[in-house]
C-alpha cells in the first residue's frame, strides 16, 4: 500500500487513511476523496488539528507549489468533511 506525509503532523501513513486534497478548477482548495481531481495534491489526516497545523506552517502552499488563500479553517474544514461523506456514501 502506498504510503503519505501528513503536512500537519509529519507522520507517514498508509494513503487511504489520508485525506487528499487539491486545487480544483475554481482554484479553491478541494477535498479529494476518490484521488481523481488533476493537478498536485496534498495529504492530511482525517483531524482538524492537522488541517490547522498545514495551514499554520504555509504546508499547503508548498506542497501544492501554488499560493493557498484561506479565509476561514472552519469553513475548509466543514467542507472536508462533507466532501470526506460524499467520499463515503
Known amino acids: ?13 498508509e494513503k487511504a487513511s489520508l485525506v487528499r486534497l487539491a486545487l480544483g478548477g475554481s482554484g479553491f482548495l478541494e477535498p479529494d476523496p476518490s484521488g481523481r481531481l488533476g493537478g498536485r ?27 493557498v488563500e484561506i479565509a476561514g479553517h472552519e469553513a475548509l474544514w466543514a467542507h472536508i468533511k462533507a466532501g470526506l461523506e460524499r467520499g463515503r456514501g
Do not use: D, F, W
Open 1 to 13: 500500500m502506498p504510503e503519505r506525509t501528513c503536512l500537519g503532523c509529519r507522520s507517514v501513513r
Open 41 to 67: 495534491g496534498a495529504y492530511i489526516c482525517p483531524q482538524e488539528s492537522c488541517l490547522n497545523e498545514a495551514i499554520r506552517k504555509n504546508a499547503l502552499s508548498r506542497a501544492l507549489k501554488s499560493k
